[in-house]
């Protein structure tokens, strides 16, 4: 195994403990979104891969998905992180804008979305292209932060000499998004972790 691969796995493993210390279980959130997520079919989208960590726990359950981000450096990290446990057959990534996807219109069953959503600036526009990319029958599962969560990550953050950059934008607007639009939409909480799961109609209207 290359040398990146495995300094970049350490380095990961280095991340995941100092998050523990902080009362933030990384792998614990993952698979706790995935468990409540159930069932999980058909074809798969991760919007926002970052480093790789919620595309790791969809890989090692045995999915195989497409997943994009808007930064080629993120991405290399999550690439790596892959490598690592040769799931990369699993996982294709893509560079794409989540404000202005690639896609054809209902090209994927399930959309997932972890601890992206308070980054977001226009979260509007990156709602339009879930509710489009959705097939009917299918469903979105948003995961983030929720207001104990981003005290644990801007503690994280702080710690470090940096800031914690994040929007004013909540899931709560992707909750009533939803709801407008006619999905179920059920919402639950972890301690650190906000969850809402959209449903679409079997049927256009």
Same mark, same amino acid.
């Given at each position: ?14 991340? /995941? ?9 990384? +792998?614990? +959130?993952?698979?706790?979104?995935? +468990? ?61 804008? /989540? ?31 879930? /509710? ?14 929720? /207001? ?58």
């Amino acid at each position: 195994m290359e040398k990146e691969v495995i300094d970049n796995h350490k380095n990961y493993l280095e991340r /995941a403990a100092f998050y523990r210390g902080f009362g933030y279980d990384l +792998e614990k +959130e993952r698979d706790l979104i995935l +468990e409540r997520s159930m069932p999980i079919s058909g074809d798969i989208l991760e919007i926002g891969t970052g480093k790789g960590h919620f595309a790791l726990a969809l890989a090692k359950r045995g999915f195989s998905f497409t997943s994009i981000d808007i930064s080629e450096e993120e991405q290399k990290i999550a690439r790596l992180n892959i490598l690592y446990y040769g799931l990369e057959n699993q996982v294709t990534l893509r560079i794409e804008d /989540a404000q202005k996807l690639s896609f054809p219109d209902r090209s994927f069953d399930v959309i997932f979305s972890v601890n992206v959503f308070h980054h977001l600036e226009r979260p509007g526009l990156v709602l339009n292209e879930m /509710a489009r990319l959705l097939r009917p029958g299918g469903k979105i599962i948003l995961g983030d932060f929720n /207001a104990k969560g981003l005290e644990v990550i801007n503690a994280c953050h702080t710690s470090e000499g940096r800031v914690h950059d994040h929007s004013k934008h909540d899931l709560g607007e992707a909750r009533d998004y939803f709801a407008n639009k006619g999905f179920g939409v059920d919402e639950s909480q972890s301690e650190v972790q906000r969850l809402i799961i959209a449903k679409a109609k079997t049927t256009l209207t």
